[in-house]
């Protein structure tokens, strides 16, 4: 019998590595393992949201995947022989340090996280399968099959990463309920003549529509499409692929030396509890959908970024499993709102109806556009699709002190990032926040503060300073950005609690930290 962990985390994907990437951060001891022998070498999952970015950045691998990455804000829309240009995210420059949608290829994000745990002293355990899991009320005892023979992991706490057709999750008696799309997709890594270089392509026609996003590596371009119902039960080939990109357009754009050529269906489901017992679900083991959106892996990976935290709580005794139960409670509701935004776009994209294969190629075409040059409409856009708008305010982590503040994120937001300086070094609001502790935001005239030392009671919480003024070791906020974005003037006088995972847990006006104190008694467990 091995040695007790406190996590296993089953499943060595994006979810997986992001999760065992903040454990380790946390000091906590886990296993990390993957039923597959090697990493994955396909692109798979390709599109890295902004707000992914901002949660890997404490992790220090945000700026690497950036640097290996296709950073595109500029979408071609393709209608018959008409193509529109529409600039998409620049507009999201005010909220937040990753205004693009980036692309890269799921295998080098997969090869970043894992040379940052490699980097940590960490390996992933390959060719490790999960065959059963026992709970008992202090632990859980895993089979698996080994290269060596079958064995046995002992871990206080399981989560399965596993994906879609999780080991965990069956052994866990957790329902996967949902349905299954009868369309058939084709996915097709390979180089394209005929393309404008750095632009995502999106054709549209009464039959579909068909996608080109710049991928760089392993080569140019990932087409996305859907297999017309002859031909889905044949394996895709470059020549019916090539056949299909006619059925869309008329353009001479030819496809040769294909990386990658699948095909997959579509499934919308979620399973039934995210936590069990000393069994949690993360990723595509907790919810699958279109990729229309790009929201899967992101999804997963801040599934892992949520949970990451609590587990490192808990595992150490600093708080009670209770608050694993706020996991379940914040993420089910983002899960179920990806699901209903993907599959209304999935249906509006393959639906057979004649109205809509009517509007399909029109509509966008002209609507899209004009809606891109309405600042205050393309910045909802981009909060949405980024997820920067995921927020978790009917959690019960989620706490409004008092005095009531009238402005500015409400508990339960994500903190809103801004440029600060520090003794005369640029940062930002972000920057100066602990990934792995809980932040107090004091915020107005440094002399306001003066009076109160919170880290004496609370070493375990980060104390962090903002004032418009620069004082020793006051994050300096001489523009007002930061300030203006929590709803604040120079002379206002604040405080908030943020999350390890960036959102606002607490806020209240003025210096009293009383209603603070509760909260984190509560939170505690003192």
């Given amino acids: 019998m091995e040695p007790l962990v406190d996590v296993l985390v089953v499943g060595a994907g994006p979810t997986g590595l992001a999760l065992a990437a903040e454990l380790r951060a946390s000091g906590v001891s886990f296993r990390i393992v993957d039923r597959a022998p090697d990493a994955v070498h396909e692109s798979r999952a390709l599109a890295i949201q902004a707000r992914t970015l901002e949660v890997l950045a404490p992790l220090g691998v945000s700026q690497e995947l950036v640097a290996a990455g ?97 080991a965990v999750r069956r052994s866990a008696g957790i329902g996967f309920s949902g349905m299954a799309f009868p369309q058939t997709f084709v996915i097709a890594d390979l180089e394209a003549d005929g393309l404008q270089a750095g632009r995502i392509h999106a054709y549209l026609s009464d039959a579909g529509m068909m996608f080109f996003f710049p991928l760089g590596s392993p080569a140019t371009w990932r087409l996305l499409t859907m297999v017309p119902q002859a031909d889905r039960a044949a394996e895709p080939t470059l020549e019916s692929v090539q056949a299909i990109v006619g059925r869309y357009t008329q353009d001479p754009v030819v496809l040769h030396d294909p990386v990658w050529l699948t095909s ?132 019960p982590l989620s706490v409004e002190g008092r005095p009531r503040l009238r402005r500015g994120p409400r508990a339960g937001d994500r903190l809103p990032d801004g440029p600060v300086t520090v003794d005369g070094t640029r940062s930002t609001l972000h920057g100066r926040l602990s990934p792995t502790q809980f932040a107090l935001l004091l915020c107005g005239p440094a002399d306001s503060w003066t009076d109160h030392d919170p880290g004496v009671e609370w070493p375990q919480v980060q104390c962090v300073r903002l004032s418009a003024s620069a004082r020793p070791g006051v994050s300096a906020d001489p523009t007002g950005l930061a300030l203006g974005r929590l709803g604040l003037g120079e002379d206002d006088v604040a405080h908030y609690l943020v999350r390890p995972d960036g959102y606002v847990g607490y806020r209240a006006g003025g210096t009293d930290l009383d209603g603070l104190r509760r909260y984190l008694e509560s939170l505690f467990d003192a």
């Fill in 70 to 166: 296709d950073p595109a804000t500029v979408l071609l829309l393709h209608s018959g022989k008409r193509s529109t240009q529409v600039r998409l995210f620049e507009e999201g420059l005010d909220e937040t340090a990753y205004p693009f949608l980036l692309f890269l290829s799921q295998a080098e994000t997969e090869r970043i996280l894992v040379n940052r745990l490699a980097a940590r002293g960490m390996e992933v355990e390959r060719d490790i399968e999960l065959l059963d899991l026992v709970q008992s009320d202090h632990e859980v005892t895993c089979t698996v099959r080994a290269p060596r023979g079958e064995d046995r992991i002992r871990a206080r706490y399981v989560v399965g990463c596993d994906g879609a057709h999780s």
């Fill in 264 to 395: 997959f269906s579509v499934h919308s489901r979620r399973a039934d509890q995210f936590h069990k017992g000393r069994v949690l679900l993360a990723g595509d083991a907790a919810h699958i959908h279109s990729p229309a959106g790009a929201q899967g892996m992101n999804t997963g990976i801040q599934d892992a970024v949520n949970l990451g935290w609590k587990l490192a709580l808990v595992s150490r005794g600093s708080a009670t499993a209770d608050l694993l139960a706020s996991y379940e409670r914040e993420r089910i509701p983002v899960a179920d709102a990806v699901l209903r935004m993907t599959n209304r776009a999935f249906r509006v994209a393959t639906s057979s109806d004649p109205v809509v294969r009517y509007l399909r190629p029109r509509v966008p075409a002209v609507v899209v556009p004009v809606v891109a040059r309405v600042g205050t409409l393309r910045r909802a856009g981009f909060r949405t699709i980024s997820q920067l708008s995921i927020r978790y305010r009917r959690s």
